[in-house]
């Protein structure tokens, strides 16, 4: 009869640990999963401000047409993958983000020779924008890969690895642009002076 309680014990004192570490690692893969919504505000938001500033740009910057216009579709298909993506496959985000960095950075190259663009009121108050967003964005990549990091060193340590096993978590993907395009601001100096 005493095995049976010991035995019975002893079976409970399992289930209940197993409870605990797949409960640590629901937490951090929820912890993920908040961390991505972050980016996904953010880039959100810096894809709404890329058309504000070609539309700012646009009457002084009329036979600019082709920067114009890569840069909308550029962040035309950033929006699409980002709708798409999810903390599951972030490292879909990598090349739209980087083509529409890389396409806001030739527009922004671009109003530098515009001298009445360089002092407009809502071209310094996008800049502005768009350093804040361009912050944010880093930040909340930041964030997500250190929950990334928390739920792969949860995945592959003794004992929560068994139960990752038996549960099949998957392990994180680190979100990593392929360059800094994204992760620095981008340089707009509308403050130098013009040199004619």
Partial sequence: MIWWIVSIGVLL??????AALQNRLASARVKVEGAFSQ????????HDLVPRLVETVRAAMSHERETLERVTLAR??????LAAASADRPGDLAASEKALGEAVGVLVARVESYPELRSH???LALQEELVTTENRVAFAR???NDAVVRLNELRS?????VVAGVLSYQAGEL???PDRSIADAPA????RESAS
């Fill in 13 to 18: 004192a399992v289930v209940v640990f197993a």
């Fill in 39 to 46: 980016i996904d505000v953010q880039l959100a938001r810096r």
């Fill in 76 to 81: 035309t298909r950033a929006a699409e993958s």
């Fill in 121 to 123: 009121e809502n071209v």
């Fill in 142 to 144: 930041h964030a997500y």
């Fill in 157 to 161: 340590t003794f004992p929560t690895n």
């Fill in 175 to 177: 979100l990593d642009w």
């Fill in 188 to 191: 707009l100096d509308f403050d």
